[in-house]
Structure formats: C-alpha cells, structure tokens
C-alpha cells in the first residue's frame, strides 16, 4: 500500500467556465463541488477549501485559465502545485476520475514531487 504524505490535498480541474474541486472524502458529504470562474466563485472555493481543512492543493496548468485561481488561493494561505495534466492523469479518461486521481496523487506522492 502507498504511504500517505498528505491527508489535507484537494484536486482541481481547471476549463473555462468551471473549477470542479475534490477534497478528501470524510471533510464533505459532497467531496466533489463545481465553482464558476468569477473572483466571487474563487473565493468561495477558498473558503470551503479552508472549512475542510485542506492545506495543500494540485491543479492543472491548464492554458491561461489558471493564473487568477492560483494566485488567489495563494493569498489564502495554501500550498499550490500546478502539474503536467500527461503526468498526473496516466490515460484517465473521465473527468472526475481525473480529479480524484489528481487529489489522490498529491496526498500519495507528494514527499517524491
């Protein structure tokens, strides 16, 4: 069994009009919520990032559609790393399967990254 490194990582994937966010499955009944894009929606995904005690999150660089997220979540305090969608996703298909994968990957491989 893979050690963990880090029971407080949170997955986001990043389109143009959503941020679909996954946190680990005992801080949320409903561990997988979409937000918008607009700064509101960003904070709000800050927030709830903080409310289930996440510290750490991994995010694809995807495009340009990243940077404001990113440098939000910053300023709230979380570690943030954006990753290579080819190498995190090693041919996932599904979104949220992607998603989950990328919150697992980070909580699992992080003392390697």
Same mark, same amino acid.
């Given at each position: 069994?893979?050690?963990?490194?880090?029971?407080?990582?949170?997955?986001?994937?990043?389109?143009?009009?959503? !941020?679909?966010?996954?946190?680990?499955?005992?801080?949320?009944?409903?561990?997988?919520?979409?937000?918008?894009?607009?700064?509101?929606?960003?904070? %709000?995904?800050?927030?709830? %990032?903080?409310?289930?005690?996440?510290?750490?999150?991994?995010?694809?660089?995807?495009?340009? !559609?990243? !940077?404001? %997220? !990113?440098?939000?979540?910053?300023?709230?305090?979380?570690?943030?790393?954006?990753?290579?969608?080819?190498?995190?996703?090693?041919?996932?298909?599904?979104?949220?399967?992607? %998603?989950?994968?990328?919150?697992?990957?980070?909580?699992?491989?992080?003392?390697?990254?």
């Amino acid at each position: 069994m893979a050690k963990i490194y880090n029971l407080n990582a949170a997955g986001i994937d990043i389109s143009v009009k959503e !941020y679909v966010v996954t946190v680990p499955e005992e801080r949320e009944e409903n561990n997988v919520r979409t937000f918008g894009t607009f700064i509101k929606d960003i904070h %709000l995904l800050a927030n709830w %990032l903080k409310k289930c005690k996440v510290d750490t999150i991994a995010m694809e660089s995807t495009g340009i !559609y990243w !940077y404001h %997220l !990113y440098t939000v979540l910053l300023d709230y305090g979380f570690e943030v790393f954006l990753v290579n969608a080819q190498h995190v996703k090693k041919g996932q298909v599904e979104i949220l399967g992607e %998603l989950i994968f990328t919150q697992k990957y980070l909580s699992i491989e992080k003392g390697k990254i």
